[in-house]
């Protein structure tokens, strides 16, 4: 079956960086769009950014632009997600999900989700 596990979360100061993983099995990676949304606490998940299955396109929430950076190797399948100068505001359960079509900002567009990886950012 399919599977997406996502790794790499953890506790940061404010300023720092974290760098996400998601590796896939049980699909054919390199036909997907992958996408990484977050959930904080009280709050609806919410997209953060997503790369076509060629890596040649790819999309970010204004919240993270020119802060994260998303990325894919087709050869591992997996997907990553670079973050730097973090704020406290970035915390929040990070998910990755994969897109059969476009990169879509929608997380019902979706159809695989991980289990996600929390991200805590200290001020």
């Known amino acids: 079956q399919v599977q997406l596990v996502e790794s790499g979360g953890g506790l940061v100061q404010a300023g720092g960086s974290l760098r996400l993983s998601c590796a896939a099995s049980g699909l054919t990676f390199s036909s997907y769009s992958m996408e990484w949304f977050r959930q904080a606490p009280g709050k609806e998940r919410e997209f953060v950014a997503g790369?076509?299955?060629?890596?040649?396109?790819?999309s970010y929430a204004d919240s993270v632009k020119g802060r994260f950076t998303v990325s894919r190797d087709n050869a591992k399948n997996t997907v990553y997600l670079q973050m730097n100068s973090l704020k406290p505001e970035d915390t929040a359960v990070y998910y990755c999900?994969?897109?059969?079509?476009?990169?879509?900002?929608?997380?019902?567009?979706?159809?695989?989700w991980g289990k996600g990886t929390l991200v805590t950012v200290s001020s």
């Open positions: 999900a994969a897109n059969l079509w476009s990169i879509s900002t929608m997380a019902n567009a979706m159809n695989y």
């Open positions: 790369i076509r299955w060629s890596g040649g396109s790819t």
